[in-house]
DNA sequence: TTATGATAATTACCTAAGTAAATAATCAGG
DNA sequence: CCTGATTATTTACTTAGGTAATTATCATAA
């Protein structure tokens, strides 16, 4: 395989399995805090919003949500269109998000450490570039 | 999330289904064609040899080479060490193979050729370099 | 007003990866 | 030569993603 997509691939498995390590602490999984960060930052949400920022198919979202859900860190409701389904943080949530993000933060922090505020504004360009 | 993180994993989900789909017309997946290519390269390997080479974890391997070997692309035996389980590539696999290759070659092209051979270098090594 | 087409979410089923624990074979020391 | 440690693989269970098809609701045109 090229070794450039082969090192995109390699990386990202590692990175994920990083993150999972650093969240395990809040009993949380990289994909579901994505979800939690989205709808911190968004306010209420529906699904459809969030798969599209997020870039991944409904599927993905539905299980996600319904996951935290009944893990208490989510709460739905309908919105006035009824096909759609609207999504908020409950207070538990709430309250420890920020603690959370702060072990995000650490994470980021040592996960790009490697590379100079230059390198990685060029490694982001370069990665966007490849489209 | 750091924008660096999210753009690499967002960059990932979008290669994966993209060579998922370059490779449908050959009945592969991405990650079989990854531990076929392996054992095309390298001729007779262990399941050890495999998923250290591609840096997952046993369990992964398992399964795949399972999943291969109902297809028909690859066949198992023991080594004089009872416990290691080789792998090779069956005929069907080998005839096959150099036309998958073909696919694989046209769509890494088309992934990496917004950058030029300079870039790619440089997003290599940052990559590498981001540990 | 109702039939039709579009949209939001879900369901069912698949690959891909991980962890933890179990099994089986081998090896090393006493 | 036996026992305990190590190694290779597997099993069971989980997250994370995908596609295809289904269900429910909405909007609109005849």
New interface residues.
Partial sequence: ?????H??????????KELNQALKQHNLFASQW?VL?CVYRHGELTLTDIWKYL??EAPTITRTVTRLETLGWLRTFAGKDRREKFVQLTEEATAKLPEIEAT?LAF?KR??G??TEE??N???T??????
Same sequence: chains 1, 2.
């Avoid at 395989?1 to 997509?5: A, D, G, S, T, V």
């Avoid at 370069?126 to 489209?131: A, R, S, T």
């Fill in positions: 395989m090229n070794p450039l997509i090192e995109v691939f390699q990386k990202t498995r590692l990175l994920q994505t960060y870039n991944v995000i980021e996960a790009v490697s590379l390198e990685q060029l490694l982001l370069l990665l966007k570039k490849m489209e």
